[in-house]
């Protein structure tokens, strides 16, 4: 199987952990905080740029958020491997420093540029230290991923 298949696969599996993690943390934050959180925003703004927003009942938009969000994680993900190939980078310092590049790239970069979600500059410090820690959890699966898939690659 191809190197970018497989880093895809594990970007999509590291997508779990990182789900998880951010509806745990989500219940903790104040309640000032507890607005929908980014992969349902941006979805949403897709959606509404593509004029089909209006459109969706609920169940439309929380499929698609899910959709959006594995899809995201799976295309993140799909370079990972090769990179850690290529460069020789440290396991799990690595992925860790892959997931906060995605964090920072995304929500500090193109995310902004394009109008999908406001920079992490103007949201509160909890839903920025949930979003990080969610991109740390994505690249540490990452990693684990790759030790254990690499005699295979």
Do not use: C
């Not at 951010?22 to 903790?28: L, S």
């Not at 938009?61 to 295309?75: P, Q, R």
């Not at 980078?89 to 892959?98: E, Q, R, S, T």
């Not at 995304?106 to 920079?119: A, C, F, N, R």
Request: proline letters at 7%.
């Amino acid at each position: 199987m191809n190197i970018l298949v497989k880093s895809a696969i594990a970007g999509f599996i590291a997508t779990v952990p990182m789900t998880i993690f951010m509806t745990y943390v989500f219940k903790k934050l104040p309640h000032d905080e507890k607005y929908p959180l980014p992969p349902r925003k941006i979805t949403l703004n897709v959606a509404e740029k593509a004029g089909i927003e209006p459109k969706l009942d609920e169940s439309q938009k929380m499929a698609l958020t899910m959709f959006g969000h594995f899809f995201f994680g799976a295309a993140a993900g799909s370079l990972f491997f090769p990179l850690v190939k290529f460069f020789s980078i440290p396991k799990y310092l690595g992925g860790i420093g892959y997931g906060l590049l995605v964090w920072s790239t995304s929500y500090l970069g193109w995310l902004p540029l394009v109008k999908l979600h406001q920079s992490a500059t103007k949201m509160p410090m909890g839903r920025n230290a949930l979003m990080i820690g969610a991109h740390i959890v994505w690249g540490g699966v990452l990693s684990f991923l790759y030790s254990y898939k690499r005699r295979t690659l």
